[in-house]
């Protein structure tokens, strides 16, 4: 029998919180999807997130959803992988840029 779906949570999510309940929810079926099927659908949501960069209003709603369905994917790829996206992305970006290690970043970038 399927349970009763959860009210929609309205308070900030840490990322590891996120990513615990990516895997909750979608973990099984990711597995049966594979990773690289499931990289498929992480890239067609960039391509999503690319319209909505040029097509919606900056901080919109619809904007905002196409980012969480990006990080989703991304965390269900981490998921896949055994990456702890929170530690990964501490250590490469906390406390500043992962080349230069300042803040603001004064790395040399082509525009
Ligand atoms: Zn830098």
């Known amino acids: 029998?399927?349970?009763?779906?959860?009210?929609?949570?309205?308070?900030?999510?840490?990322?590891?919180?996120?990513?615990?309940?990516?895997?909750?929810?979608?973990?099984?079926?990711?597995?049966?999807?594979?990773?690289?099927?499931?990289?498929?659908?992480?890239?067609?949501?960039?391509?999503e997130l690319s319209t909505a960069l040029r097509e919606e209003r900056p901080g919109s709603e619809a904007?905002?959803?196409e980012f969480?369905?990006?990080?989703?994917?991304?965390?269900?790829?981490?998921?896949?992988?055994?990456v702890d996206l929170s530690r990964a992305v501490a250590r490469k970006y906390a406390g500043g840029c992962s080349r230069c290690r300042r803040q603001p970043c004064r790395c040399r970038t082509k525009k």
């Open 68 to 82: 969480a369905d990006c990080l989703a994917w991304l965390a269900s790829l981490a998921n896949l992988c055994g």
């Open 63 to 65: 904007q905002a959803a």
């Open 1 to 47: 029998m399927p349970r009763k779906p959860k009210p929609r949570r309205r308070t900030p999510l840490t990322l590891p919180a996120l990513q615990r309940e990516i895997a909750k929810t979608f973990l099984k079926r990711d597995r049966r999807r594979g990773l690289m099927g499931t990289f498929g659908w992480f890239v067609e949501e960039v391509g």
